[in-house]
Each structure stands twice: as structure tokens, then as C-alpha cells.
């Protein structure tokens, strides 16, 4: 029972609510005039929410910072006039298949996919990189020189000259690696359904880092920190301890209820756990008592209440009768408890009870529980063997036939599997934006076959050159996008033929690109008036109808995935996108004809290019024959 305020509602406290569902990274803590602890708005952050320049200011407040973070929010929130090309040739059952892998940096991928993904994503894992020292750190646009970072954290002073010693372990490589995963974070995180989450395979480098922007950028929504034994003989190589271990940050877009992560026992876990059987199938007995002595006749009135059993039988009853014997949850010592049921639940499953004699004599009430439908909650220690990274590399060349190390450590396909198994079905969309070695498709692509459900993978990875002197260079793999694309065919091909299952085994391959539009259309300003005769046309000559169609589908939020045709109409091309959710006909002087035939299948959308109308007095037409045969059509042009 809530006690009235009797006050007017705090709208200061309320605003701050509502800017916390926009921009929750922006809330932070202050005290107040008592020295309590209070929300706040950081409005420096909010400044930077909002403006299309940079912000400087400063202030004291609990927050993470370092050089670059503003930079990071900027590029974050800046739109990017990059575009996906369609890749046909390297793609697999491209007709029918519902997977994506994308090649290109992550950051302006992710940014394209915002308005088809918004709020869709169930389920995103990523394998960054450690910021070890050794592996590839993303170079944004933003990142700074040596000389930016230390005039921008104050360690050169007004002639120029260093102040101290600033390695690239101890503060200029952490800002780098903290702004590349901040701005891709914040975005990820508008892509996630909000019962969504995120695993983040991390090590110690960046482990307290990582779990601030994290605990920022997810409006401190942590579910766990998983510790996962990944090499049981430890790194010979480490300086003080032999490290076997590195971690799973998890986080969710919102709470989530209690055992939402919890996953189906395996059926030896059944085995040992359900020892009794009946008709109804594997079951065990629970004591019907409550067991916390917490809980008890003094506080919980309502559960207790006696129960009668027949002593031949062991049946239960709720009503006395002739020989039967009362029992009440009283312990031995004479502590009144009480039941986990109250009287209604226990009336209605009261086939579910039985009664067993202890060794004293005395009568205890069970529950019959059934295997079926049983669940448990994951360990935040995963020890499993099969977790193993040495399973990962087995598993990875066991696909390639060969001990050549053409991909050093890939994930194991179990461990992912495990992950996705907590919180995906269905046609729950799973995403990696640092795929590698695609083990996250591998990990769809099994879930699928063994529980029939549909999930669907989106994986983005830069095409990152292979060294010249390396096994996967030598074997004819030029990028580690081509070791990802082969192995989601060799996979695939894998599971089809020991499970006979008929797995979605396709993906669909785009390509990170400029523009299809010419320059001059972003940036006019830039282009003297004797160049203007080479832009009669503002798309670029290289780009094909197909080309210009996805960029069409990604400004107006249509899944990637959907099903595309193109069929020829009066000499033109017309493409259609699911049926006529989308009709775009690309071609330069479209006749009447075609645009009447268009109209008449009445698309919900339609798009032509500027130059598909001869002048001014067309395209008034077009709009008139729209209007009578297709009024509800969103038109648009490029």
C-alpha cells in the first residue's frame, strides 16, 4: 500500500525521467543540498546529445572520461552518407536465404542498419579486440595523433614540450580502444529489442573500462560478469600468473525478469535429478514445507494449515476422515513454518501430493515435479571443457582439413551456442559486428538444427588484410571476411549432413561503399560551374539498379533480408521488394505506360529516379496517376 505524497508531483525528477528513456548515458549523480545522493543531468553530455559540433566544458561529476570521448559521442550520432552494395557472386542461396553478412567497418554498418533494425535485434555477441598491444585497433576518422591526445589531456605545456612520459599502454592506447567501442556500443544499443541483450568477450585489459561504458550506454542494466576457464594450462608466456581465463560482460537493453536467462536441463541432468517415474513422465519429490525458517506461521498465516493423510495409502487430503492423520508444517524442535502453497493452489494440484514417513515417525508432504519444462540457471564460472579454446581451433580446422592455423583462436562454437541458447528462438535476429571467423553463424546455424527455430544472423567484419608471411595468406585468403564467408559454406554443408536438417545454410554478402549519389549531391559547394555538365545525372555511372535499390531499402527501414525480384515492363526494369511492399523503377524516361502498370499493383511504396520523368509536365502526371489508381502510395525520388 503506496502512502500519498500529499504534495504536488516533482516535474523536475520527472523531466529527468523522460530525457533518461532518450539519452540515459546523460544521467549521472550530484548531492544535494544535504549531502544525498540524487539523479542528475549531465548537460554537458545532453550539449553533445544535441549539437552538430563539438562541446567543450567541464565540471566535476562520477563519470569515465578520457581524451576523445566527445569526439566518440559526435561520430557516434553524425549521419554517414556511406551505402551497402549487394554482392551476389560471393553470396550463397541469395533467392532464399534470410542471413546477412556484411563486409566493412562496423561503425558506419551499424549506422545503416539503424532504421531497417531499430529496436529488432534479440540477441548481439561480440568478440572485440583485447587491446593487447597486438591486435588491430579500428582507425575512425576521430582518432588522434600522439600530439592531439597529449594537448588535449594537458601534457604539453605552451612551448610545446612533454610533460611526462605517456606509453602507449598507459593512457593514449586506452583512449583509442575506449572511443572506438564507445561509439559502436551506442549505437548497438538502439539497434536491440528491448528485451534485448549483449554478450562482450573481454580479457583484463580493458575488463574496468568496458564495464563502465558498458554500465553508461546500457542505463546500468548489468546482468552478470562471466568468468570462462578458456585455457586450463595457462599462458606459459605471462609475466606473474599463468592466466587461464578472460570474461563475458552481459547486459540487457532493459530489466529483465528473474530467470530469464535460465535454459532447458540436458536430458543426464534429467536422469540423475528426476529419479521417479509415472504415467506423466521423469519426476522428483520437493518438500512441500517451506525449508527457510524465516518464513513461518508468525508471518505467513495463510500457509499454514493442516493436511490429513492416509497412513496406507500416503494419500492427501485437505478434509479429516476416519484414520487419517493431521499434519501441519511444524518442525521438530516444535518451530511453527508454514507451506509453500497456499489453501486454493493446494486444492487445485492436490494430485501432485503424496506423503512420506520420516525416520522419526512423523508424516512430510511432497510435490510431485516434472521433468518436462524444467529449467536452471547458468553459472557465472563456465568451466566446461567444450568451452575450451583449443576446442574453438579444433572445431575451426577440423571444418578447413588442415592443422595450419588459418584463424588464431576462434571462439568455441559451443560457447556461443550456449549464450544464444539463453535468450534466442523463433526468428529472434542474432547480430556480431566483430564476427571474425563467423563462429557466431556456425553457433545459428546449429541452434537451428537441433530445436527447429529460425533465428537469423547478421554478421559485419572489415575485410582486415591477412598477413603475407600467414598460414590463411599462403592458403589463398586474402582478408579475414574470405576465412568468414568460406566457413559459413563449409558449415553449413557440415550440418546439413550429419543432421539432415534443412537449416537456412545461405547468406546474403553486402559491401561497405561510398554513395550511389555523386558528391556534388552531399556537398554542392565543393564543385566549380565547369564540372556541373558532368553531373546531368546524379548517380554514379558504376552503380546498377540493384545497387541504388538497397540504398532505397536501408533509408526506409526495410529488413535487408527480404525477398527482391526484378521483372522487365515495356523495355524498363521495375524491381519489386515483398510482393509490393517497395516497386522502384531506376531507368531514365519511364513511359506512361510503365508508370500506369506500376500504379495499378498498387505498391505501398514507389521510388523513381529524377531522370525517369522528361520534364516537369511527367512527373505532375505521374502523381496524377497515383492519385487516382493508387492513392495510398508513398511516393519518393533519388
Same mark, same amino acid.
Given at each position: 500500500?503506496?502512502?500519498?505524497?500529499?504534495?504536488?508531483?516533482?516535474?523536475?525528477?520527472?523531466?529527468?525521467?523522460?530525457?533518461?528513456?532518450?539519452?540515459?548515458? !546523460?544521467?549521472?549523480? %550530484?548531492?544535494?543540498?544535504?549531502?544525498?545522493?540524487?539523479?542528475?543531468?549531465?548537460?554537458?553530455?545532453?550539449?553533445?546529445?544535441?549539437?552538430?559540433?563539438?562541446?567543450?566544458?567541464?565540471?566535476?561529476?562520477?563519470? @569515465?572520461?578520457?581524451?576523445?570521448?566527445?569526439?566518440?559521442?559526435?561520430?557516434?550520432?553524425?549521419? %554517414?552518407?556511406?551505402?551497402?552494395?549487394?554482392?551476389?557472386?560471393?553470396?550463397?542461396?541469395?533467392?532464399?536465404?534470410?542471413?546477412?553478412?556484411?563486409?566493412?567497418?562496423?561503425?558506419?554498418?551499424?549506422?545503416?542498419?539503424?532504421?531497417?533494425?531499430?529496436?529488432?535485434?534479440?540477441?548481439?555477441?561480440?568478440?572485440?579486440?583485447?587491446?593487447?598491444?597486438?591486435?588491430?585497433?579500428?582507425?575512425?576518422?576521430?582518432?588522434?595523433?600522439?600530439?592531439?591526445?597529449?594537448?588535449?589531456?594537458?601534457?604539453?605545456? !605552451?612551448?610545446?614540450?612533454? @610533460?611526462?612520459?605517456?606509453?602507449?599502454?598507459?593512457?593514449?592506447?586506452?583512449?583509442?580502444?575506449?572511443?572506438?567501442?564507445?561509439?559502436?556500443?551506442?549505437?548497438?544499443?538502439?539497434?536491440?529489442?528491448?528485451?534485448?541483450?549483449?554478450?562482450?568477450?573481454?580479457?583484463?585489459?580493458?575488463?574496468?573500462?568496458?564495464?563502465?561504458?558498458?554500465?553508461?550506454?546500457?542505463?546500468?542494466?548489468?546482468?552478470?560478469?562471466?568468468?570462462?576457464?578458456?585455457?586450463?594450462?595457462?599462458?606459459?608466456?605471462?609475466?606473474?600468473?599463468?592466466?587461464?581465463?578472460?570474461?563475458?560482460?552481459?547486459?540487457?537493453?532493459?530489466?529483465?525478469?528473474?530467470?530469464?536467462?535460465?535454459?532447458?536441463?540436458?536430458?543426464?541432468?534429467?536422469?540423475?535429478?528426476?529419479?521417479?517415474?509415472?504415467?506423466?513422465?521423469?519426476?522428483?519429490?520437493?518438500?512441500?514445507?517451506?525449508?527457510?525458517?524465516?518464513?513461518?506461521?508468525?508471518?505467513?498465516?495463510?500457509?499454514?494449515?493442516?493436511? =490429513? *493423510?492416509?497412513?496406507?495409502?500416503?494419500?492427501?487430503?485437505?478434509?479429516?476422515?476416519?484414520?487419517?492423520?493431521?499434519?501441519?508444517?511444524?518442525?521438530?524442535?516444535?518451530?511453527?513454518?508454514?507451506?509453500?502453497?497456499?489453501?486454493? #493452489?493446494?486444492?487445485?494440484? @492436490?494430485?501432485?501430493?503424496?506423503?512420506?514417513?520420516?525416520?522419526?515417525?512423523?508424516?512430510?508432504?511432497?510435490?510431485?515435479?516434472?521433468?518436462?519444462?524444467?529449467?536452471?540457471?547458468?553459472?557465472?564460472?563456465?568451466?566446461?571443457?567444450?568451452?575450451?579454446?583449443?576446442?574453438?581451433?579444433?572445431?575451426?580446422?577440423?571444418?578447413?582439413?588442415?592443422?595450419?592455423?588459418?584463424?588464431?583462436?576462434?571462439?568455441?562454437?559451443?560457447?556461443?551456442?550456449?549464450?544464444?541458447?539463453?535468450?534466442?528462438?523463433?526468428?529472434?535476429?542474432?547480430?556480431?559486428?566483430?564476427?571474425?571467423?563467423?563462429?557466431?553463424?556456425?553457433?545459428?546455424?546449429?541452434?537451428?538444427?537441433?530445436?527447429?527455430?529460425?533465428?537469423?544472423?547478421?554478421? *559485419?567484419?572489415?575485410?582486415?588484410?591477412?598477413?603475407?608471411?600467414?598460414?590463411?595468406?599462403?592458403?589463398?585468403?586474402?582478408?579475414?571476411?574470405?576465412?568468414? #564467408?568460406?566457413?559459413?559454406?563449409?558449415?553449413?554443408?557440415?550440418?546439413?549432413?550429419?543432421?539432415?536438417?534443412?537449416?537456412?545454410?545461405?547468406?546474403?554478402?553486402?559491401?561497405?561503399?561510398?554513395?550511389?549519389?555523386?558528391?556534388?549531391?552531399? %556537398?554542392?559547394?565543393?564543385?566549380?560551374?565547369?564540372?556541373?555538365?558532368?553531373? *546531368?545525372?546524379?548517380?554514379?555511372?558504376?552503380?546498377?539498379?540493384? /545497387?541504388?535499390?538497397?540504398?532505397?531499402?536501408?533509408?526506409?527501414?526495410? /529488413?535487408?533480408?527480404?525477398?527482391?525480384?526484378?521483372?522487365?515492363?515495356?523495355?524498363?526494369? !521495375?524491381? =519489386?521488394?515483398?510482393?509490393?511492399?517497395?516497386?522502384?523503377?531506376?531507368? /531514365?524516361? !519511364?513511359?506512361?505506360?510503365?508508370?500506369?502498370?506500376?500504379?495499378?499493383?498498387?505498391?505501398?511504396?514507389?521510388?523513381?529516379?529524377?531522370?525517369?520523368?522528361?520534364?516537369?509536365?511527367?512527373?505532375?502526371? *505521374?502523381?496524377?496517376?497515383?492519385?487516382? @489508381?493508387?492513392?495510398?502510395?508513398?511516393?519518393?525520388?533519388?
Amino acid at each position: 500500500m503506496r502512502k500519498l505524497t500529499m504534495k504536488s508531483p516533482d516535474l523536475t525528477q520527472s523531466n529527468i525521467d523522460r530525457i533518461a528513456e532518450w539519452f540515459p548515458h !546523460v544521467i549521472t549523480e %550530484t548531492r544535494d543540498a544535504d549531502g544525498n545522493l540524487k539523479r542528475a543531468i549531465d548537460f554537458e553530455l545532453l550539449r553533445q546529445e544535441l549539437s552538430g559540433d563539438l562541446v567543450e566544458g567541464d565540471g566535476e561529476r562520477f563519470q @569515465l572520461t578520457w581524451p576523445g570521448k566527445k569526439r566518440a559521442i559526435l561520430l557516434a550520432n553524425a549521419p %554517414t552518407d556511406k551505402t551497402l552494395r549487394p554482392v551476389r557472386e560471393e553470396s550463397a542461396d541469395w533467392e532464399n536465404t534470410r542471413h546477412l553478412y556484411i563486409e566493412g567497418d562496423n561503425l558506419d554498418v551499424l549506422k545503416l542498419l539503424q532504421e531497417s533494425y531499430l529496436n529488432k535485434v534479440k540477441c548481439i555477441y561480440i568478440d572485440p579486440p583485447y587491446n593487447t598491444g597486438k591486435d588491430f585497433i579500428y582507425r575512425d576518422d576521430f582518432r588522434m595523433s600522439k600530439r592531439e591526445y597529449l594537448e588535449s589531456s594537458d601534457q604539453l605545456d !605552451v612551448e610545446g614540450n612533454r @610533460l611526462f612520459l605517456n606509453t602507449e599502454s598507459n593512457g593514449r592506447f586506452h583512449s583509442d580502444w575506449l572511443t572506438m567501442m564507445y561509439s559502436r556500443l551506442k549505437i548497438a544499443r538502439n539497434l536491440l529489442r528491448d528485451d534485448g541483450v549483449i554478450f562482450i568477450s573481454i580479457d583484463d585489459h580493458e575488463l574496468e573500462h568496458l564495464r563502465m561504458i558498458c554500465n553508461e550506454i546500457f542505463s546500468g542494466n548489468f546482468v552478470a560478469q562471466i568468468t570462462l576457464l578458456c585455457n586450463p594450462k595457462g599462458r606459459s608466456q605471462d609475466k606473474y600468473f599463468a592466466t587461464n581465463h578472460e570474461y563475458i560482460l552481459v547486459y540487457s537493453k532493459s530489466e529483465l525478469p528473474k530467470g530469464y536467462f535460465s535454459v532447458s536441463k540436458d536430458e543426464e541432468q534429467i536422469e540423475a535429478e528426476y529419479p521417479e517415474i509415472d504415467e506423466h513422465g521423469r519426476y522428483r519429490l520437493l518438500e512441500l514445507r517451506n525449508t527457510h525458517r524465516e518464513f513461518g506461521r508468525h508471518n505467513r498465516k495463510n500457509l499454514f494449515y493442516p493436511f =490429513y *493423510v492416509d497412513p496406507e495409502t500416503a494419500d492427501v487430503s485437505l478434509e479429516p476422515g476416519e484414520g487419517r492423520v493431521k499434519v501441519e508444517p511444524i518442525w521438530d524442535d516444535g518451530f511453527e513454518g508454514c507451506w509453500t502453497w497456499d489453501r486454493n #493452489k493446494a486444492r487445485r494440484e @492436490l494430485h501432485l501430493l503424496t506423503a512420506k514417513r520420516s525416520a522419526n515417525g512423523s508424516w512430510k508432504i511432497y510435490r510431485k515435479s516434472y521433468a518436462e519444462g524444467a529449467v536452471k540457471m547458468l553459472k557465472t564460472i563456465f568451466d566446461d571443457r567444450r568451452f575450451y579454446t583449443e576446442k574453438g581451433q579444433a572445431a575451426f580446422s577440423s571444418l578447413f582439413g588442415t592443422k595450419a592455423k588459418l584463424f588464431q583462436a576462434p571462439k568455441s562454437v559451443e560457447l556461443i551456442k550456449t549464450l544464444l541458447r539463453t535468450v534466442t528462438k523463433d526468428d529472434d535476429i542474432v547480430l556480431d559486428f566483430f564476427s571474425g571467423s563467423a563462429t557466431t553463424a556456425q553457433a545459428v546455424m546449429e541452434l537451428n538444427a537441433e530445436d527447429g527455430h529460425r533465428r537469423r544472423y547478421i554478421l *559485419v567484419q572489415l575485410p582486415e588484410p591477412t598477413r603475407e608471411d600467414s598460414d590463411a595468406y599462403r592458403a589463398g585468403f586474402r582478408t579475414i571476411a574470405e576465412i568468414g #564467408k568460406e566457413r559459413i559454406r563449409r558449415a553449413a554443408r557440415k550440418i546439413r549432413e550429419e543432421t539432415g536438417a534443412g537449416i537456412d545454410g545461405g547468406f546474403r554478402v553486402f559491401r561497405l561503399d561510398s554513395s550511389n549519389i555523386k558528391d556534388v549531391y552531399y %556537398t554542392p559547394g565543393e564543385f566549380v560551374q565547369t564540372e556541373l555538365p558532368g553531373f *546531368v545525372s546524379n548517380i554514379k555511372e558504376d552503380r546498377t539498379g540493384e /545497387d541504388l535499390l538497397i540504398q532505397v531499402m536501408l533509408e526506409l527501414g526495410l /529488413d535487408l533480408s527480404l525477398p527482391m525480384e526484378s521483372r522487365r515492363i515495356d523495355g524498363k526494369t !521495375v524491381h =519489386y521488394v515483398a510482393g509490393n511492399s517497395l516497386m522502384a523503377c531506376f531507368e /531514365d524516361n !519511364v513511359p506512361e505506360s510503365v508508370i500506369r502498370k506500376i500504379a495499378q499493383e498498387r505498391p505501398l511504396r514507389v521510388v523513381f529516379r529524377d531522370g525517369s520523368f522528361a520534364d516537369d509536365a511527367a512527373r505532375i502526371n *505521374v502523381e496524377e496517376l497515383f492519385r487516382i @489508381l493508387s492513392p495510398g502510395t508513398d511516393i519518393r525520388v533519388l
